[in-house]
């Protein structure tokens, strides 16, 4: 049976777990797995193998990365010292060194013949680096007007690529709270949904997940990542077959303080879920909570909104 924390359990709690885990190395292959599982009988089936098809290709990227495709690093390590991200986004995608990797996946990726994926992946194997680096910078801010949709998830995934090849490939990094909750330690993007833990002494604790890196990092529970505060929060989700809403995999934290939400994913219920996968398959949720004026603002560089 699952631990309920309470919340001053959950404070307690909090002073003792790890604040931070790294992506695992075989993070998109298993995000490719996933994909595939929840592609059979989806709405969305086509999209999810697409996305699926390309979490292989960076796979690939990860196992076999460009040649010297690395940030500086005593870039890094002042970053360090002064308690900023090291892989910080906003300044990053402004330089040359994540380029190689969408070279090398515009390169291994195998779009269909005579369709909307094969112009996309000749519209960027054929703009030059300023424009490339000028679509990756409004895709990481979230200016997504200011880049052709259908080149969101190609952006998406060498940028995604690049950002998990360093963090892994970096040992020993000292990593400190951003300045928000939602902010990622490692590269200071935000995050794209949040994981509830179920195992050992750590059980029912919360971790959010970097929308670009992948790295988790622990926020206390019962509180918005946004506006940081507790009162009024609701949890909403579809009732299945399977599950009763209250026991559902996936569950959206609604603040009507700031009338945003964050997804949920809760392993007690699935303990296979993953988060890009899992929000990319309850994008109906996404239109519920829109309808009801909600706001998103956690993004999926995968997907670009509306699209």
């Not at 490939?169 to 990622?184: A, H, I, V, W, Y």
Request: charged share 20%.
């Amino acid at each position: 049976m699952a631990t309920i924390l309470e919340p001053g359990q959950i404070e307690a709690a909090a002073s003792s777990p790890p604040f931070l885990y790294l992506p695992p190395n075989n993070l998109f292959t298993l995000r490719a797995l996933r994909l595939e599982h929840l592609a059979d009988g989806h709405p969305m089936a086509d999209y999810l193998r697409l996305i699926a098809g390309l979490c292989h290709v960076q796979q690939n990227l990860m196992d076999d990365p460009p040649v010297a495709a690395m940030p500086d690093p005593e870039r890094l390590r002042v970053c360090v010292e002064h308690g900023l991200p090291p892989f910080a986004a906003d300044s990053l995608v402004r330089e040359n060194v994540w380029l190689p990797y969408l070279e090398a996946l515009l390169q291994r990726y195998q779009p269909p013949p005579q369709t909307a994926i094969e112009n996309a992946v000749a519209t960027l194997r054929s703009a030059n680096p300023g424009l490339l680096k000028a679509w990756a910078i409004a895709l990481v801010s979230g200016q997504y007007s200011m880049l052709p949709a259908e080149l969101v998830p190609f952006l998406g995934a060498a940028l995604q690529a690049a950002w998990s090849h360093w963090l892994l490939s970096t040992p020993d990094l000292e990593l400190k709270r951003g300045d928000s909750l939602s902010q990622c330690p490692a590269c200071g993007s935000p995050a794209m949904a949040g994981v509830i833990r179920h195992r050992g002494k750590y059980n029912g604790l919360r971790y959010l997940v970097c929308s670009l890196c992948a790295c988790e990092w622990h926020a206390v529970r019962v509180k918005c990542v946004y506006c940081e505060q507790s009162k009024g929060l609701q949890y909403i989700s579809f009732e299945d077959d399977r599950h009763a809403a209250n026991q559902a995999p996936l569950r959206a934290e609604v603040c009507p303080g700031c009338n945003s939400y964050l997804k949920l994913i809760y392993l007690e219920n699935d303990a296979e879920a993953e988060a890009l996968s899992a929000d990319l398959a309850s994008l109906m949720l996404d239109m519920r909570l829109e309808e009801e004026g909600y706001q998103r603002l956690s993004p999926n560089l995968m997907l670009a909104p509306g699209a």
